[in-house]
């Protein structure tokens, strides 16, 4: 079964994050908690974690784009 990765809420008044970098491509195996992504804001830029182990399948936001939280 697929686990998407969602946008996180990353503080309150943040609405939207940019994708800076993927730090793993399609295809690539993690383990839980390991940094996926790197997302910034207006305000930080911050790594985000995977909630379980698995396989990247797809990467539907490519780096540069920016998305609301829960995107």
Do not use: F, S
């Amino acid at each position: 079964m697929a686990t998407e990765i969602i946008m996180p809420h990353m503080g309150e008044g943040v609405i939207e994050g940019t994708i800076a970098k993927w730090l793993i491509q399609e295809g690539d195996t993690v383990e839980q908690y390991d940094a996926i992504l790197e997302i910034e804001t207006d305000k930080v830029t911050t790594e985000a974690t995977a909630e379980e182990a698995g396989t990247l399948i797809k990467i539907l936001v490519p780096e540069g784009k920016t998305v609301e939280v829960g995107t």
